[in-house]
């Protein structure tokens, strides 16, 4: 596992000194279903996009904190990544999409029954956003809204 001190010291002087918001805990949405009844999603941070779709915008100030929806039918291989921090490898999810998204595990899942489905949607964001406010209070409520229209169960998160 990574440490602090691996990091770059431009790196390891940010994340000291980066001032983090403090959440109060509830707890979160309970499965009320066997798992092998559920429809599931992915949420991911890897800001993937499709070719047809806006990249992520690095140079926005405090984080782009939009999404992408990526279709559960999207090919795993067409999409592009727009994460470039030099403090993140990307060759891992560049060889193997699944690592980040695993759509081809859910569906493997679906049709073993271990999953009741796939949901029609699936949910790519930016990772690192310093400044999550409008994250929280504008697209994240927005992509729950989603996930409750298409009848998601359970969200498998891979924060990347």
């Known amino acids: 596992m990574a440490k602090l001190s691996d990091l770059k010291m431009t790196y390891w002087l940010y994340m000291k000194a980066y001032r983090y918001r403090s959440a109060e805990w509830r707890p979160g949405a309970e499965l009320r279903k066997p798992l092998s009844g559920a429809r599931v999603a992915v949420i991911t941070t890897a800001a993937f996009y499709l070719p047809d779709q806006p990249a992520f915008d690095e140079t926005f100030r405090g984080g782009d904190y939009s999404y992408r929806v990526i279709p559960a039918d999207a090919g795993l291989k067409s999409l592009r990544i727009a994460h470039k921090s030099d403090a993140f490898d990307a060759s891992g999810i560049e060889s193997d999409r699944n690592l980040a998204l695993p759509l081809d595990r859910l569906r493997e899942m679906a049709a073993e ?20 406010g409008r994250l929280v209070a504008e697209t994240a409520p927005e992509a729950a809204a989603m996930l409750r229209e298409d009848g998601v169960d359970a969200v498998l998160l891979t924060p990347v």
Do not use: E, L, W
């Open 113 to 132: 029954g271990v999953i009741g489905a796939v949901a029609p949607r699936h949910f790519s964001f930016m990772g690192s956003i310093p400044s999550p």
